[in-house]
């Protein structure tokens, strides 16, 4: 506050003082808030894909029961983060901001999956005996994976704000709502790279 401004403030009384004040902060609050709202609309298209992308774990985790194959798929793996980083970097967003992210959502794939195997383990009875064809799955992924990079290019200053992780609490309990204890685990876990902070 200027010189000037700080003298008409204090001619007109304390009282008109701590209404100007009052009407600063009651703006700086606003702003804020619509900040949050904002981050948290710019991170709804994410979530929802994250969300997609979890969903299709089971059937994943079910053609790999089937045919015996092992959860964690280094190479296939290290295939689509090759992928969604040649495709950020053509479209100018941070690879290393896309690697992390990317990366989660493998994570939370495999938080599925094992949680699966351990269900099926124990209880043989509830166990898949047929499964979907894994490489349709992974053409659903793929289409997944690539919405997924060019989203994350929308959000990507969301993810350096101090609030970055008020808006990514918001995100996942909007991908909470109707998924079971195994699945808010997994979604937890594909956030948690998504701040420059981790959002824990």
């Not at 894994?134 to 704000?161: H, M, P, Y």
Request: proline fraction near 5%; glycine fraction near 4%.
């Amino acid at each position: 506050m200027g010189l000037v401004a700080a003298s008409v403030l204090v001619a007109a009384g304390p009282s008109r003082a701590s209404a100007v004040q009052a009407d600063q902060a009651a703006s700086a609050s606003a702003s804020d808030s619509t900040t949050v709202v904002s981050q948290r609309d710019r991170l709804s298209a994410i979530s929802a894909l994250v969300l997609r992308r979890l969903l299709l774990a089971d059937p994943v985790a079910e053609s790999k029961w089937v045919s015996g194959r092992p959860i964690s798929d280094p190479v296939r793996e290290q295939a689509v983060v090759d992928a969604a980083v040649a495709r950020a970097t053509q479209r100018g967003i941070d690879p290393a901001f896309v690697t992390r992210v990317v990366r989660a959502q493998i994570d939370a794939s495999k938080v599925v999956q094992r949680g699966l195997f351990v269900r099926w383990t124990h209880d043989p009875e509830t166990a898949p005996s047929t499964a979907p064809d894994l490489a349709t799955i992974r053409q659903q992924l793929n289409a997944i994976d690539d919405a997924l990079v060019d989203s994350l290019g929308d959000a990507e200053d969301v993810a350096a704000t101090p609030r970055c992780s008020h808006a990514v609490d918001a995100a996942r309990s909007q991908s909470y709502a109707g998924i079971d204890a195994l699945h808010r685990k997994a979604v937890h876990t594909a956030w948690n790279t998504f701040c420059v902070t981790p959002a824990g």
